[in-house]
């Protein structure tokens, strides 16, 4: 018997329900896997918008931190332009969550006026955002690999079990 054959079959025995249970874990599996391939992949259009934006140096104007919401507002130039902005984050949102040191970052950097990198787009300089966490697209790779794995699981798991029932409906005919 193949290696690899014997691998997706114990899979399948543990995997595939057997009950009523199983059943509904399996479908609150699959379905689990669906709104995550969508988030993740959501994300990632979101990043995949500014991802070839320009990078560029920008000073806080205001700031405002209550219950640790973040509303920002920043000042860069571009070809000699001034430019104002308060987006944040890939998704382009005028507020934000963060953490308290994340907060404390950005009230001294406001308080001794030190620069915050934005991105801005080439096209249209007036369209900037400010990233909280530049590490931010790699939860959502991890979320959409792990999610295209589950899926994958899951269909072979699929296709396994209907290869069987017909190939056993051959053999009774």
Do not use: C
């Not at 405002?64 to 919401?69: F, G, L, P, S, W």
């Amino acid at each position: 018997m193949n290696k690899h054959r014997y691998q997706v079959d114990l899979i399948t025995e543990l995997l595939w329900p057997n009950n009523i249970t199983g059943i509904v874990i399996f479908l609150i599996g699959s379905f689990s896997t669906l709104l995550l391939l969508n988030f993740s992949f959501r994300e990632l259009n979101y990043h995949r918008k500014i991802y070839h934006w320009n990078s560029n140096s920008a000073y806080i104007q205001k700031l405002a931190i209550d219950k640790n919401i973040l509303e920002i507002q920043y000042n860069y130039v571009v070809d000699g332009a001034d430019y104002t902005n308060s987006k944040i984050n890939s998704k382009m949102l005028n507020k934000a969550e963060i953490d308290s040191k994340q907060a404390l970052e950005l009230i001294a950097q406001k308080k001794y006026k030190k620069i915050i990198e934005i991105r801005f787009n080439p096209k249209n300089p007036k369209e900037s955002v400010y990233i909280l966490d530049p590490n931010e697209i790699y939860y959502s790779l991890f979320i959409a690999l792990f999610s295209i794995f589950s899926a994958s699981v899951h269909g072979i798991l699929l296709i396994r079990k209907f290869k069987n029932i017909i190939y056993r409906q051959k053999l009774r005919s």
